[in-house]
Nanobody
Framework: QVQLVESGGGSVQAGGSLRLSCEPA?????????MGWHRQVPGNQRELVAS???????NYADFVKNRFTISRDYTKNAVILQMDNLEVQDAATYYC????????????WGQGTQVTVSS
């Protein structure tokens, strides 16, 4: 089972930037086929923000296009989400996700990191 460790997040004013990072626990040798970030606010379903494959193919939700950038640090097997021009409605708990195993069958989640955006 893969354990994911998240860092980043915090509080920022609208228009500001934050950077989220997620990497597997030390010693993890599993190839992570797809890594991504989802977010959730209380009362709503968790939704995809962005994802990236091991080959670098990216996918973004329409509401973050041209504001957020997802990338991978292959030296750490990590995924990074650079969030620029944050909006109040971006406030949520952000969760890192990784898919691994044959065909990406297995899924692992981070513990979540809070992003607060004030007007």
């Amino acid at each position: 089972q893969v354990q994911l460790v998240e860092s980043g997040g915090g509080s920022v004013q609208a228009g500001g930037s934050l950077r989220l990072s997620c990497e597997p626990a030390p010693g993890t040798m599993i190839s992570l086929k797809v890594m991504g970030w989802h977010r959730q606010v209380p009362g709503n379903q968790r939704e995809l923000v962005a994802s990236i494959t091991k080959d670098g193919d990216t996918n973004y939700a329409d509401f973050v296009k041209n504001r957020f950038t997802i990338s991978r640090d292959y030296t750490k097997n990590a995924v990074i989400l650079q969030m620029d021009n944050l909006e109040v409605q971006d406030a949520a708990t952000y969760y890192c996700n990784a898919r691994y195993g044959s065909g990406g069958y297995y899924s692992a989640w981070g513990q979540g990191t809070q992003v607060t955006v004030s007007s």
